[in-house]
């Protein structure tokens, strides 16, 4: 039994190997590029939409709502970002249903360069929204002695994205394993559901604590008194 | 006992340990999260939208806690960084 799907290797040459956790999260890529390809190939402002621009327009058209709640001013900034990754983790989440299928987020490399992904966005952000010198004096609030801490807590929180998703997922796979061998009829069907609502909320909790990290990066003054 | 029974059997009993101590007060802060996320929606609602969300952010952070300590019981139990070190280590002798 492995823990992680780094320690199945698919090809290797030399000091290069190719482990399944890549070669999922490209075939991913290629089937998330491929679909939104297909999709958006006929797009049309008329009356008559096809079913895939309908639904592409409820997906754009929730994820802006969802943002704006939480408190994301101007969320059609930040859209492709957030959006895709709340789609890639959701989707490799739910091909669990797949037999044979490995999800790359039970993986600690791709959640943590998820998670890395965060933490270099989130200043990029509040810098282009804000500009530098604004930016890095929010570091200095409430005083200078949170500087340590709020420097610390950019980190920790990128920790605790990586090794909430990883942890999450790799538990679910876990699990599963374990019940396939001590009681393999039904309860393993109950606990892959279960593994698919996990999924799901993980991917929109991670979405959404992005949303938050990155609201709170791009907030300026003004917005931050009212 | 050798030095691999020493680190197996504390191993062992550390992750059982692990998992079992630290889900307890993750359970209780689930607990007492949801039990007042339920007395908000019976008083408001009007606010279901905003109260379920943010119960499921909320949530997904505590329980976050319980998955540490579970990653921590994993790698113990499965990727043992200790008992890999004293096998290479016997082996190359």
């Known amino acids: ?226 | 006992m050798d030095i691999l029974s020493i680190i197996a059997v504390a191993s062992i009993i550390t992750a059982g340990l692990t998992t079992g101590i630290g889900c307890i007060a993750p359970a209780l802060g689930e607990g007492r999260a949801i039990a007042s996320a339920l007395t908000s929606l019976a008083q408001q609602p009007d606010a279901s939208a905003t109260i379920t969300r943010t119960l499921f952010v909320g949530l997904a952070m505590i329980e976050s806690v319980a998955i540490y300590c579970l990653v921590i019981s994993m790698i113990l139990i499965f990727a043992n960084p200790f008992w890999n070190y004293v096998i290479a280590h016997a082996g190359g002798h």
């Open chain 1, 1 to 226: 039994m492995h823990l992680t799907s780094d320690d199945v290797v698919v090809w290797h040459y030399g000091f290069v190997k190719l482990n399944l956790t890549i070669l999922t999260t490209w075939v991913l890529m290629l089937i998330l590029v491929g679909g939104s390809a297909l999709m958006t190939r006929k797009l049309s402002d008329g009356i008559r939409i096809s079913r895939w621009q309908s639904f592409l327009e409820i997906l754009v058209t929730f994820f802006l709502q969802q943002f704006e709640e939480v408190g994301l001013p101007n969320p059609a900034r930040y859209l492709p970002y957030l959006a895709t990754l709340f789609l890639f983790i959701a989707i490799a989440n739910l091909c669990t249903v797949v037999p044979g299928y490995e999800p790359p987020t039970g993986s600690l490399s791709t959640t943590a360069a998820l998670a890395l992904s965060v933490l270099i966005a989130v200043p990029l952000y509040g810098i282009r929204e804000r500009g530098l010198g604004n930016f890095l004096q929010s570091y200095l609030k409430p005083t200078v002695i949170m500087l340590p801490f709020n420097i610390i807590s950019e980190f920790s929180r990128t920790l605790a994205l990586a090794v909430r998703l990883f942890g999450n997922m790799m538990s679910g796979a876990m699990i599963l394993a374990i019940l396939l061998t001590i009681a393999p009829l039904v309860f393993p069907l109950l606990m892959s559901i279960l593994g698919l609502l996990t999924g799901m909320v993980q991917a929109y909790i991670f979405c959404i604590l992005a949303t938050v990290y990155i609201a709170a990066a791009t907030r300026t003054r003004d917005e931050e008194t009212v």
